[in-house]
Every structure is written in C-alpha cells, then in structure tokens.
C-alpha cells in the first residue's frame, strides 16, 4: 500500500456519540477486581536498574544491567558507564548509528537473545514524528527499551441497544504473544509510516476491512505500556481506533496472522481481559486497549465499587511512558 494517507494524531480522548446507548452495568463486580488484579500487576513499575541509551542529549532507550553488561563488548559501538550508555564519538549520526546497530542486532539475533527477526524497523526519535536518531530492527526494540508506537482497533457492532466487539486470535507462529486473543486490528507503526497509513494497512491485512471502510474508524485517544518482559522492556504507546461495522460484516484475515474471530457481547470482552490463564488469554496491550473502550462505552456501571480503581489505571495508561522517564 503506498503511503499517501495524510498523518493525523488522534484527541487525547472521544465523547459519547449522541443516541448511543448501551447497558450500564455489564461488568460484574468479580470481574471488575480481577481485571484490576490482573493489569494492576502487569503493567506495574519495572523492579529493575535501567540505564538510559542516550543519544544527542536526549534518551532514545532504556537498557538492564545484563544487556548493558553484553553491549559494552561493542566497544567500537558503545562506551558504557555505570550511569548510561552512549555511542562513541566516532559514531555521530542517524545513518553511522542505523548501520552501527544492524550489526550489533544481528550478531544478538544469532545468540538467540532477540525475537524472530522481521526485517522491519522503527525509527527511534524524540518524539513520534521527529527526525529519527536512528532506525533499528523491531526484534531489537525490547531489547535496548527503545519508545515504539503501534495502532489498535476495536471492531464494534451494533447489535440492538448494546456493542459486540470482534476479538481475534493470534497465529500459533507469531513471534510476539503467539495463539492468545488479542484486538480485531492491531500492529506496529514501522518507519515511515504514518498512523493514519497503518491502520488501513493492518485493517485489510488482519481482518479483511476494504479501505473505503476503514478510514470510518474514529481516533480515541492513547493508551501507553511499559513493562518488564523477558526479551527485555516494553515502552510503547498506543494509538487507539474505533470503528462501528455492519452487522453482517465477517473478518477475513489477508496476512496469516490470526487465525479465528469472535463476536462477544462488551461484558464477555470483559470476561476475557480478566483471565490470566486457559486458552483464552488476552494479550496484555489489547486487554488494556478494551478496558479503555469498556470504560468509554459505558460498560461498567458509574457506581460499580471499582470503576475508580479502573479509571485510574486508564488514566494511567494514558500518562508517561515509563515512570522512570524523565
């Protein structure tokens, strides 16, 4: 798909379309605490020590101990202090520190300490938008705690008074999260692409949704993610999409990338983002995505003894990006 889409940020949040109605209290109060229990701990503060990757006086990623400790072998790359981590003077542009990292992420690659390789790659900026400091492969971006952003969109349908969300299932040969639950639409926003781009690209390729339908989804808001994984940390934000399909509309993924859909009533998708184990386990970043659309849609009630609790963690999402982020 050629990138002709024109670049717009979604408002930091979307009011209630008039004459939408929905069941005020769908969301049971067991439920509600588990899913508090569940996303509470995940995407709590990372317990680690982090140095900062910096890069023209600004930082551009956030690296543990052990890898600090694997990448000062490089040298030629980094010189790594106890309080950060920069590039030798040697290597002092986007082009010198793109070429630079390759390297180093591809010798990782073959050590077994990244994620499968996919030949495609974030810029790594500022800020979204900004000239890139470098361009690194995605399978590296845990790895050095580099800032990502990605796009999400809930399928929604209309079905009498009430919402259904469309839930996939991730491919059993994903790299990331393989065989859980996860949004109709969701991917990274690779280098130069836009987010307007990115949402009619993974529309088609994940569920089958023609452009001419696609650019109807509504921009609603951000949520934002930072969490301690295995591969490294996690620090993306998310740009969150709502889109109202028909009714007789029936995914169809282009790409291999999920491999079955449901049609789930809003308090079964809150059923879902509550379970921390069995086979229909959401992934984190989408769990955190439908209780933000859970909360926006009205699907737990304004007097339910946890919505405060909830709201607070939305609101949290869509805060900083790290706690430790200056």
Known sequence: MREVC???RPPVQRQRAVGERYNPDVIDGA?????HDRLGAQLSRPRQAYRPLLVDNGIAGWVDDARAARIAAFADVFAVRHDGIAFVPTIDSAPARTAALERVARTLEAEGSLSAWRDERYAVASEFGAAPWFLLERAAARYFGIHTYAV?????????DEIAMWIARRSPTKAIDPGMLDNLVGGGIAHGQSIACAVL???WEEAGIPPDAAVTASPAGEVRVCRELADGLERETIFVYDILLASDFTPA???????EHRLV???NAGVLIANETGPDVVTINASLVILDCLLRRGAIA????LRGVLEALRLAARGTVCAFDP
Do not use: S, Y
């Open 152 to 160: 999400h969109v809930n399928g929604l349908v209309r079905r009498g």
């Open 302 to 305: 304004l007097d339910a003894p």
């Open 253 to 259: 993924c282009q790409d291999g990338e999920a491999v």
């Open 31 to 35: 439920t509600a605490v588990a899913i």
């Open 201 to 203: 690209k993974e529309a």
């Open 6 to 8: 024109r670049f717009v």
């Open 265 to 267: 009533a809003l308090r």
